[in-house]
T-cell receptor, first 113, second 114 residues
């Protein structure tokens, strides 16, 4: 079954505001990744955080990882209309399918000008 | 240019007519995977491959076949397509996933089975 579950399913904000998306997962992981998808197009990698890391930054993106709670959050600061997209978390996890990349259902972000 | 190429991009077919969606990557990646995307369900994994001649089922393998005879290609085969396989399909590749590296995605194949 799908490893990650994003929350909320949809988020609508005004340009300039911050957007926070959460991801929960089920089993121990090697790393957690966030991807972005513009409508119906291929996924683009945003950021990867390893299981021994707690926080990572890339430009306007900030990702946190709490392995004790099996959760991660993606913060986009000072959002822009161009950030409108779907965002997915994906985990590489241990278990019966070690090293496999599993996605959640995604958060649809809408940033209004 | 490093890329994952899927073909075709769009396909309309009839129930029961065998089809193959090709996926090719030029990055010498070991790991390849197929996903289908449906509204409200996110990306669900169909099959994946850790290396040549090594394939395994994902969450929704029924009705699909794959092969990995060479590292660069990972075709998805629908032996007898049905309307419930109408979906947007993505192929992805990456170096061995324990190397903590990103995956690269193809542009997607939108399949309609009537």
């Amino acid at each position: 079954s799908q490893q990650g579950e994003e929350d909320p399913q949809a988020l609508s904000i005004q340009e300039g505001e911050n957007a926070t998306m959460n991801c929960s997962y089920k089993t121990s992981i090697n790393n957690l990744q966030w991807y972005r998808q513009n409508s119906g197009r291929g996924l683009v990698h945003l950021i990867l955080i390893r299981s021994n890391e707690r926080e990572k930054h890339s430009g306007r993106l900030r990702v946190t990882l709490d392995t004790s709670k099996k959760s991660s959050s993606l913060l986009i600061t000072a959002s822009r209309a161009a950030d409108t997209a779907s965002y997915f978390c994906a985990t590489v996890y241990y278990g019966g399918s070690q090293g496999n990349l599993i996605f959640g259902k995604g958060t649809k972000l809408s940033v209004k000008p | 240019e490093a890329q994952v190429t899927q073909n075709p991009r769009y396909l309309i077919t009839v129930t029961g007519k065998k089809l193959t969606v090709t996926c090719s990557q030029n990055m010498n990646h070991e790991y390849m995977s197929w996903y289908r995307q449906d509204p409200g369900l996110g990306l669900r994994q169909i099959y994946y491959s850790m290396n040549v001649e090594v394939t395994d089922k994902g969450d929704v393998p029924e009705g699909y076949k794959v092969s990995r005879k060479e590292k660069r290609n990972f075709p998805l085969i629908l032996e007898s397509p049905s309307p419930n396989q109408t979906s947007l399909y993505f192929c992805a590749s990456s170096p061995p996933t324990d190397m903590n590296t990103e995956a690269f995605f193809g542009q997607g194949t939108r399949l309609t089975v009537v």
